[in-house]
C-alpha cells in the first residue's frame, strides 16, 4: 500500500516503519512506574482539594453556608457556584461537529440553584491534607428543598412526570410543544414506508431491549492539579484527552482570557470518552487563585460512579426488521429512547444511523428521543451509543435469520452494505471493506470448526458493527534538531499509543529509524488548537497533519540543501535523510550535515494541519461462543474472534491491542457492568466490587483478525479502529446465548439472575 | 496524629514523619515519592497499587501505613536492575501488554509474586495471580502473553 | 477518617490488655476493618494488631488429629497448609475464594469470622466441620462453636475486651466429605449472592449417616439448612434426593434483595449450590469406596 491508499504495486515504495507490530516507545517508562499521570505530581505549599456532593438527586439549593469549614484550622479557601460567573443557557464553545453548551459544563463541575442528580458538586474546599479537607466538607452547611426524582426513563416519559428543566421543550416536534418535558428532542431517519413494507413481508422479527447506564471504567479517577502564579496566570496539568478543549471550557468557567491560561496534559490513565469535558479542573484553577497555592485535586473511585463523572447512556430500544421469500430485507424500524442523566443529551442520530448502516434495505424509519432523567449526565463511551443499539438490532437480524431458516452470516452476506450503497441518511458509501469481512468469516476456524460438546448448552452468535467516526481538525508541527533529527509536536494526547504510531509515520517519511524520531504532547500553549482524542480520529487527523508538516520541512530543507551543493533544489533527490544530486554523482549531504551548516541560518519548522478529512468509517463483525449454566444463569465466554476493516494498520500490536481491550469493555458491559439506582436515584453499586469490570478470569484471550481496505483520498489510507470493536460485543453474546439456549436476553447487562429469568420465562 | 514510621523500602531503610492515617499507599506515594504505585479505587478492588510486603503482593490501600513499620516493601520502583528491566517487564513491553499504563505496575508485582513461586504456570494459573489486578486496555491477552514469555525465558 | 492508636502486643495477653483501652478494636488483616474506618461505618480509637503475635498466626496441628488455626493466621497460609489441604479440602478452598490474592495474602480466618458479614465464604465449611472458637478476654479464655458466634450481620456474641484466638478443626471422621460453593457473577473479586457448605457422612451400608448444611449470604448470619440436613438422613444418596435437599434449603433460606441480586434468585442458587456440593461430596466419597 502506498501512502495515498493505493494497493501497493512494484513502483510504489515499500514501508520500512509503517505497518510494523513495534513495541510503545513509551512502554519503559510504563512498566517502570516512572510515567508521571497528574496524581504523581507535587508541588511546593500544594494543598488537597474535595468537593461536597448533593446527597439527593432532585432537589433546590436554598442555601449554602461555608462559614464553618471557612474557621477549620487548616482550610484555606472554599467556593460554590458564586465564585464562578453564570453562564447563560446556550453559551457555546467550539468542539467538533456540535460544539459543547458551556450551561451544561457549569452545571458538571458545580451545580446552581438545582441539583439534577446525586453527587454533583455544590461546594469545593482546599486544605493542608486530605483529611483536613475531608472533615470541612461536613462543615460546608446545605439546605435543600426535595423535589420527585425521575429516577428512569418509565417516570421520565410519563405524562404527568416531574420536569427537570423548565427550559426543554421537545426539539424536532411540530407544532412546538407548549408545555416543557423530559423529552428534549426528537429524530426521525425515514425512507419508502416501513410499516407497509413490514405488513408485507414474509418473515419479520423484532426484540424490545433495556439497556442499563453503564460506565467507561477507566482505572485512572479524575484529578487535576493547578496552580495560579503571581501574575495570575493559571497552569492546568491534567487527566484529560483534550488539552485545548479544556482549557476552552476552564477560559469559559472562570472567565480567564486564554492568554492567562495553560493545560498540560499528562499520561491519562484511561478515557475512552469520559475524559472529554472537565469535572473538576475549573474548580481546582478557582481555589488556586483564591488561596494562592498549588491545588490538586483526586477524585475517589466512589466519587467517580456516584455522579463524579459522565458515564455511557442506558437506552430503551424497539426494532423490528422484515424480509422477503429470498430472504432480503424489505424494512427496518426503530424507537430509540435515551437516558441522557440530567441535563440533556445529542441526538441519537449517529447511533440510530450506526445501527442500521451495514444492511442494505429499501424501507426505513427510525425514530430516536433524547431523555433527562435525575442520574448522572451521561457522556461519551467508545463509539457512544453503539453497544446499545448493536444489542437490539443484531439480535432482531439473528431472530430474523432464525425465521427465515437461512444462516446468520449467509443472511449477512445477502443483505450487507457495499461500497456505494446507500447509508441511512441518503448518501452512497465510501470504500468499505464488509463484504471481504464477511467471506473471511466463512473461510475462518471460528465459524468453521464444530462448537465443542459442554456441561450446558453451547451456542456461536454472530454481530456486525459500525461506527461512522469523526475527523474534526488536528495540528502538529516538526522541528529539524542540530543533528538533523525530526522533533514531533502534536496537538494530539496519547490515549492509545499515538506517540508511537505517530512517530513511525514521521520516520516512514522522512526515511528514518524510529528511534532517530522525537515526539512529545503538546500542552495548549505550544500547538495549534486540536480537537480532543475522540472519535477514532487522532491517529487518522494527525497522520494526515503530519505527512503535511513533513512534506513542508524537507521542501525548507531541500532548499537549504540547494543553496549548500549550489544546484537547483529540482536537482535534488532525497532518501533517509540525505539530499543528493540527481546531476552530480557523489554529490550529497546529509541531514545532519546541513543543519550542523545552517542552523544558525534559522529555524526549520514544517508545519500541518488536518481538518475535514475524509471519514474512516469503521466496521466489524464478531463470532463469539458461549456456554449458558441453565441453572444459575451464568454464561462463559468460550472464544472471541473480532474481524475489523482497518484501512492500513500503521502498527498491528497497536491495533490488535485497541481491538481486544474494546471487546473486553463489550463483554463487561454485556454480562455483568450495569448501574443499578434505587427509586431515589442513588447508586447502589458505586465501587468496582459491585460494579463488576471483567477480571482476567472472565474473558478468554481475544482474536484479532485485520483486514485493510483502505480509505481513498486519506494518507496511507488509514481508518478509525477505536471504537468499533465494542459495537458488536454485546449483540454477538446475546446470539450466541439464544443459539445455545433457544431464549433471547432483552436486558444488558445479561447478568446470571437476568439470563436465568430470561430462561424461566420470568420478567 | 503525626507518628515516624521506619521501613525497608526497595532495600533502603527509610525512616518519614507520617500521619498516624495514612494508608502504606499514601505513604509511599505522598511521603516518600514512590508515585509508580497507583490508586485506582483506595478499596481492594482494583489491585493498581499491588506492592510485595515481606515478599507477599498486597494491596497498598488496604493496609496502614504503621502496619508496615519494620517491614520490607519492594514497589515497581524496585523491580529494575538499573537499566535492566526484570523480564516481566521487557516482555510487556515487547507484547504489548500495556497501553494507558495505569495498571501495569501492579500487574508487574503480581506477576512476578507468581514466578518467584511458580517458574513454569499455566495460562490459567497466571490469569488467576492477575485477577486481583483489573485492566481496561488490554482485555488481557498480552498481558497473559507477556508473564507466560517471560516464565519461558527466565527457565 | 476518626483519627487512631495503633498497637502491636506481642501477646495475647498483652492484645486483650489493649483491648481494655475504651474503644478499641482488633486489626488483623485490615481488608474489611480499614476501608469501614475510612468510610465512617466503623469506629475505633484504638487498633490492636494480631499480626506480629506468634500464638495467633500458627497453625498446629493438636494431639489426636485436630487442627488449631490462629485467629490471625493469613488466608493464604491456610490455603497452603498441606494438613488443611488434605483433610479439610473445603476449607482450603473457601479461603482461596476471598477476594484475589492480595487480599488473602492479608486477610485472616478470624477477620473473615468476626466481621460477621452472612456472605463470609470461610465460615459455612467451618460451621460444617464443628469447629470451636477459642475466645480470650478479661475474664478469661472460652470457648464455643463457630456456627453460635453470629447475632446479626456485622454483629458477634464477642464482647469488647475479647478476642478470638484460634479455631479449632476436629478430626473430619472417615467416610465424610465437605464441600462449599458460591455464587458470583464473576469468578473472583466478587461476593457471593448465595453460597452453600455441605457435609456428608455415610454409614457402612452408603446412607447419610449425618449432615451438616451451612448457607451464606441468604439470613442475617450463616445459617443451617436443619430441614434439608434431616431429609437426607438414613437415605441413600441418589440424584433425586439431593435435588430435594436442595429444595428443602432453599426454602429455608431467608434471603434479602439487594443490589447483588434478588430473594428469589437468591433461593433458587440455594437449591442449585446445595444440590452441587453435596453431589460433589458423593464424588468424594465414591472416589474413597464408601459409596458404590
Ligand atoms: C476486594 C475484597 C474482596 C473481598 N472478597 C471477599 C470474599 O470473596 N469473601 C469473603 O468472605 N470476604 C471477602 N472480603 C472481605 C474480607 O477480606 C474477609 O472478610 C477477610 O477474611 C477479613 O479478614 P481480615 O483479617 O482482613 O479482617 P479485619 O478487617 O482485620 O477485621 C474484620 C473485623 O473482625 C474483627 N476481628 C478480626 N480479627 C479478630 C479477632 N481475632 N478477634 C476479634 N475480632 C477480630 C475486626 O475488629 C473487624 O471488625 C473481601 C474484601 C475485599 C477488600
Ligand atoms: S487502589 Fe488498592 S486495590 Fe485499588
Ligand atoms: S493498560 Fe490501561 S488499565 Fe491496563
Redesign the pocket.
Known amino acids: 500500500m502506498d501512502k495515498l491508499g493505493r494497493p501497493s504495486s512494484d513502483e510504489a515504495p515499500r514501508l520500512e516503519v509503517l505497518g510494523k507490530p513495534l513495541p510503545r516507545i513509551d512502554a519503559r517508562e510504563r512498566v517502570t512506574g516512572e510515567a508521571v499521570y497528574p496524581a504523581d505530581l507535587m508541588r511546593p505549599g500544594m494543598v488537597q482539594a474535595k468537593i461536597k456532593r448533593s446527597p439527593h438527586a432532585h432537589a433546590i439549593i436554598k442555601r449554602i453556608d461555608t462559614t464553618r469549614a471557612d474557621a477549620l484550622p487548616g482550610v484555606v479557601a472554599t467556593v460554590t457556584a458564586a465564585d464562578f460567573p453564570e453562564l447563560p443557557i446556550g453559551t457555546m464553545i467550539p468542539m467538533g461537529e456540535t460544539g459543547y453548551d458551556m450551561w451544561m459544563v457549569a452545571q458538571i463541575n458545580m451545580a446552581r440553584r438545582k441539583v439534577h442528580w446525586v453527587g454533583q458538586p455544590i461546594a469545593a474546599v482546599a486544605a493542608v491534607d486530605p483529611h483536613v479537607a475531608e472533615a470541612a466538607l461536613a462543615l460546608i452547611d446545605v439546605e435543600y428543598e426535595l423535589l420527585p426524582t425521575v429516577p428512569h426513563l418509565g417516570v421520565a416519559m410519563a405524562p404527568d412526570a416531574p420536569v427537570l428543566h423548565e427550559h426543554v421543550f421537545t426539539k424536532g416536534v411540530e407544532p412546538r410543544p407548549r408545555a416543557p418535558s423530559n423529552v428534549c428532542s426528537r429524530t426521525v431517519i425515514s425512507r419508502g414506508d416501513a410499516t407497509g413494507a413490514l405488513k408485507n413481508a414474509t418473515a419479520t422479527a423484532s426484540v424490545s431491549v433495556a439497556v442499563d447506564t453503564a460506565h467507561q471504567g477507566y482505572l485512572e479517577p479524575q484529578v487535576v492539579l493547578a496552580e495560579v502564579d503571581a501574575n495570575g496566570f493559571a497552569t492546568v496539568w491534567a487527566s484529560t484527552q483534550g488539552q485545548f478543549t479544556t482549557e476552552l471550557m476552564v477560559g469559559r468557567m472562570l472567565d480567564l482570557p486564554l492568554s492567562k491560561l495553560k493545560v498540560v496534559p499528562l499520561e491519562i490513565g484511561g478515557g475512552f470518552g469520559g475524559k472529554i469535558a472537565i469535572h473538576g479542573e475549573a474548580v481546582a484553577v478557582r481555589l488556586a487563585q483564591k488561596c494562592r497555592r498549588p491545588v490538586k485535586l483526586v477524585f475517589t473511585r466512589e466519587e467517580v460512579l456516584q455522579g463524579g463523572s459522565g458515564p455511557a447512556a442506558g437506552a430503551l430500544i424497539d426494532i423490528a426488521v422484515g424480509a422477503d421469500t429470498d430472504g432480503k430485507l424489505t424494512a427496518i424500524e426503530g424507537t430509540y429512547r435515551v437516558d441522557a442523566g440530567g441535563l440533556p443529551g445529542m441526538s441519537p442520530s449517529l447511533m440510530m444511523q450506526a445501527s442500521a448502516a451495514l444492511y442494505q434495505c429499501p424501507h426505513l424509519n427510525l425514530v430516536g428521543y433524547d431523555i433527562v432523567t435525575n442520574k448522572p449526565r451521561t457522556e461519551a463511551y467508545r463509539g457512544p451509543g453503539g453497544i446499545q443499539v448493536a444489542f437490539a438490532m443484531e439480535q432482531a437480524m439473528d431472530a430474523l435469520s432464525q425465521k427465515l431458516g437461512v444462516d446468520p452470516l449467509e443472511f449477512r452476506k445477502r443483505n450487507a452494505s457495499v461500497t456505494g450503497s446507500t447509508m441511512p441518511i441518503g448518501t452512497p458509501f465510501p470504500a468499505i471493506g464488509l463484504t471481504t469481512i464477511l467471506e473471511c468469516i466463512g473461510e475462518h476456524a471460528c465459524w468453521r470448526d464444530p462448537l465443542p460438546e459442554g456441561r450446558f448448552p453451547r451456542g456461536r452468535g454472530l454481530a456486525l458493527g459500525y461506527w461512522r467516526g469523526t475527523s474534526m481538525t488536528s495540528a502538529a508541527h516538526i522541528t529539524i534538531s542540530g543533528d538533523g533529527r525530526p522533533m514531533i509536536t502534536m496537538g494530539a494526547v496519547d490515549i492509545s499509543g499515538t506517540r508511537t504510531t505517530m512517530a513511525q509515520v514521521v520516520a516512514e517519511e522522512f526515511g528514518l529509524p524510529l528511534g532517530d524520531v522525537h515526539i512529545q504532547t503538546a500542552d495548549s500553549k505550544s500547538a495549534g488548537y486540536s480537537d480532543p482524542a475522540a472519535g477514532s480520529r487522532v491517529a487518522r487527523t494527525t497522520t494526515a497533519a503530519l505527512v503535511e508538516a513533513s512534506a513542508d520541512a524537507l521542501q525548507q530543507l531541500r532548499v537549504r540543501a540547494a543553496l549548500r551543493l549550489q544546484c537547483s533544489p529540482a536537482d535534488l533527490v532525497y532518501s533517509s535523510g540525505r539530499f543528493s544530486s540527481r546531476l552530480a554523482a557523489g554529490t550529497s549531504i546529509t541531514l545532519a550535515e546541513l543543519m550542523q551548516a545552517t542552523l544558525t541560518e534559522g529555524a526549520i519548522v514544517g508545519r500541518g494541519t488536518s481538518s475535514n478529512l475524509p471519514l474512516g468509517v469503521e466496521i466489524g463483525a464478531h463470532v463469539c461462543d458461549v456456554e449458558v449454566d441453565t441453572d444459575t444463569g451464568q454464561v462463559t465466554v468460550l472464544r472471541y474472534t473480532a474481524f475489523q476493516d482497518v484501512g492500513l494498520a500503521l502498527n498491528p500490536m497497536a491495533v490488535e491491542g485497541q481491538i481486544e481491550g474494546s471487546v473486553v469493555q463489550g463483554l463487561g458491559w454485556a454480562l455483568t457492568e450495569g448501574f443499578d439506582y434505587d427509586a431515589d436515584g442513588r447508586l447502589r453499586n458505586a465501587s468496582l466490587?459491585d460494579y463488576r469490570l471483567p477480571t482476567a478470569l472472565d474473558v478468554p484471550t481475544i482474536d484479532a483478525v485485520i483486514i485493510e481496505t483502505p480509505v481513498p483520498g486519506v494518507p496511507y489510507g488509514v481508518r478509525g479502529v477505536g471504537e468499533v470493536p465494542i459495537v458488536p460485543v454485546a449483540g454477538a453474546v446475546a446470539n450466541a446465548i439464544a443459539r445455545a439456549t433457544g431464549t433471547r436476553v432483552w436486558q444488558m447487562p445479561m447478568t446470571p439472575e437476568r439470563v436465568l429469568n430470561a430462561l424461566r420465562g420470568r420478567g | 496524629m503525626r507518628m515516624m514510621i521506619t521501613c525497608t523500602v526497595n532495600g533502603e531503610e527509610r525512616t518519614v514523619l507520617a500521619d498516624t492515617r495514612d494508608t502504606l499507599l499514601g505513604f509511599l506515594r505522598e511521603r516518600l515519592g514512590f508515585t509508580g504505585t497507583k490508586e485506582g479505587c483506595g478499596?481492594?478492588?482494583c489491585g493498581t497499587c499491588t506492592v510485595l510486603m515481606d515478599g507477599a503482593a498486597v494491596?497498598a490501600c488496604?493496609v496502614l501505613a504503621q502496619e508496615a513499620s519494620e517491614s520490607e516493601i519492594v514497589t515497581i520502583e524496585g523491580i529494575a536492575d538499573g537499566d535492566k528491566l526484570h523480564p516481566i517487564q521487557e516482555a510487556l513491553v515487547a507484547h504489548g501488554g500495556t497501553q494507558c499504563g495505569f495498571c501495569t505496575p501492579g500487574i508487574v508485582i503480581s506477576a512476578k509474586a507468581l514466578l518467584d513461586s511458580n517458574p513454569d504456570p499455566s495460562e490459567a494459573e497466571i490469569r488467576h495471580a492477575v485477577a486481583?489486578n483489573l485492566c481496561r486496555c488490554t482485555g488481557y491477552g498480552k498481558i497473559v502473553e507477556a508473564i507466560a514469555a517471560a516464565a519461558a525465558q527466565r527457565r | 477518617m476518626q483519627d487512631f492508636e495503633y498497637h502491636r502486643p506481642k501477646s495475647a495477653a498483652a492484645a486483650v490488655e489493649a483491648l481494655c483501652s475504651g474503644e478499641a478494636?482488633?486489626?488483623?488483616?485490615?481488608?474489611?476493618?480499614?476501608?469501614?474506618l475510612r468510610e465512617g461505618r466503623?469506629l475505633?480509637r484504638h487498633l490492636v494488631d494480631?499480626k506480629r503475635i506468634p500464638e495467633?498466626t500458627a497453625i498446629v496441628a493438636l494431639p489426636g488429629g485436630a487442627i488449631s488455626i490462629g485467629?490471625?493466621a493469613?488466608?493464604t497460609s491456610i490455603a497452603q497448609h498441606p494438613s488443611i489441604a488434605a483433610h479439610y479440602p473445603s476449607i482450603a478452598q473457601?479461603a482461596r475464594?476471598?477476594?484475589?490474592l492480595q487480599?488473602?495474602n492479608?486477610?485472616?480466618?478470624?477477620?473473615?469470622?468476626?466481621?460477621?458479614?452472612p456472605?463470609?465464604?470461610?465460615?459455612p465449611p467451618l460451621i460444617c466441620h464443628e469447629a470451636r472458637a477459642t475466645?480470650a478476654g478479661r475474664s478469661g479464655q472460652r470457648e464455643m462453636a463457630v456456627g453460635e458466634l453470629f447475632r446479626g450481620p456485622?454483629r458477634?456474641l464477642?464482647e469488647a475486651d475479647?478476642?478470638?484466638?484460634a479455631i479449632i478443626l476436629p478430626p473430619p471422621p472417615t467416610r465424610s466429605a465437605a464441600r462449599y460453593l458460591?455464587f458470583?457473577p464473576r469468578r473472583?473479586?466478587?461476593?457471593?449472592i448465595a453460597g452453600a457448605g455441605v457435609w456428608l457422612s455415610l454409614d457402612t451400608r452408603g446412607s447419610v449417616a449425618a449432615a451438616r448444611i451451612v448457607l451464606?449470604s441468604v439470613g442475617p448470619t450463616p445459617m443451617r439448612a436443619h430441614a434439608a440436613e434431616a431429609a437426607l438422613l438414613g437415605e441413600q444418596p441418589s440424584k433425586a434426593l439431593l435435588i430435594e435437599a436442595g429444595r428443602i434449603a432453599a426454602g429455608e433460606s431467608q434471603p434479602i434483595s439487594d443490589t447483588r441480586g434478588s430473594a428469589d434468585y437468591r433461593r433458587e442458587l440455594v437449591s442449585v449450590l446445595t444440590k452441587r456440593a453435596l453431589s460433589d461430596c458423593c464424588v468424594q466419597l465414591k472416589a474413597e469406596g464408601a459409596i458404590a
Do not use: F, H, K, Y
Not at chain 3, 478494636?25 to 469501614?36: E, K, N, S, Y
Not at chain 3, 475479647?162 to 484466638?165: A, F, K
Open positions: 466490587l | 478499596n481492594g478492588n494491596n488496604l486481583g | 478494636r482488633v486489626l488483623a488483616g485490615g481488608t474489611d476493618l480499614i476501608p469501614q466503623r475505633a494480631l495467633l485467629a490471625a493469613t488466608l473457601s475464594l476471598v477476594g484475589s487480599v488473602q492479608r486477610a485472616s480466618l478470624g477477620g473473615n469470622i468476626c466481621n460477621a458479614a456472605s463470609a465464604d470461610a465460615v475466645i456485622g458477634t464477642l475479647e478476642l478470638l484466638t458460591r458470583t473472583e473479586m466478587d461476593i457471593a451464606a
